[in-house]
């Protein structure tokens, strides 16, 4: 269990004892120190609790193990270990070029729940149509991708910078005009999977 | 001979700490499963039932009334 994730159910146990001493003796709220901690178990740290907890979940929804828990998405975890250096989400992720726990988000960072409002309600509704609805057979980003998260790294990076090829259109990609999928044209491609070699068959 | 029926300040506080005690459970069984729909579960059931204690309480407290001092 991750540190902050025990101390988040500590910190449960603690207030669920509290609640327990308070409903099992109830004549202490008559004194000042039971209404005291009846404010504390009953307002205060149930509302702190939820708020550190909510902050746990986004944090959890950040691993590549979230990402890849809905059925859907599997093809594209097998992707990242396509034995193929043309692949660019398998050449990030089998380099450590992206942080493998991470991997999902460090390229996808306006996805779902860390984007705006409106990224946040196409998460909830990916939840909603995972269980309930149709899922589409391809599935696609909502915007072209920005070039702002290859840049993130990449940019100022001596071999990205002094790239002979780069050089003359630097302006453009950092102004999103042209795409780096332009020629970074291999991405998941999560149709041709099947018969390509795999470096590993499951997540290491 | 039976019971009196503790106060209602005393039946809310329970009532209050019993959905408390059960929306912060829910939370931390959530939180050991990395899953969307424990996201959803975490706020939908956990959150609400939270939500609805910390409700209770301060209705609890906002509508008592101590009782009257004996004349002296």
Known sequence: ?204 | MTAAAPPPLIRRLRVSGLLVALGLAVEAVTLLWSHPTAFLVFLGLGGLLVGAGVLVYLFAIATYTSPPSRPG
């Open chain 1, 1 to 204: 269990m991750p540190l902050p994730t025990a101390g988040f159910v500590a910190l449960v146990l603690v207030t669920i004892a509290l609640i327990g001493l308070l409903v099992l003796r109830p004549s202490l709220v008559a004194a000042r120190g039971g209404r005291i901690l009846a404010f504390l178990s009953l307002f205060l740290l149930p509302l702190v609790v939820t708020g550190l907890g909510t902050s746990a979940q986004v944090e959890h929804s950040k691993s590549t193990t979230f990402c890849l828990s809905c059925h859907v998405m599997e093809p594209y975890g097998r992707s990242l270990l396509v034995d193929d250096p043309a692949y660019v989400p398998a050449r990030h992720y089998q380099n450590n070029r992206v942080p493998r726990d991470s991997a999902c988000f460090t390229c996808h960072t306006n996805y779902t729940l860390f984007g705006d409002y409106k990224a946040k309600l196409r998460g909830l509704r990916h939840v909603y149509v995972n269980y309930i609805g149709t899922i589409p057979k391809d599935i696609k980003l909502y915007d072209p991708y920005n070039n702002r998260e290859c840049l993130h790294c990449h940019g100022g990076a001596r071999s990205f910078e002094a790239n002979e090829v780069h050089q003359p259109i630097r302006a453009e990609l950092a102004k999103n005009a042209t795409s780096c999928l332009e020629c970074h044209d291999k991405v998941h491609d999560v149709h041709g999977l099947a018969g390509v070699k795999m470096w590993k068959e499951k997540m290491p």
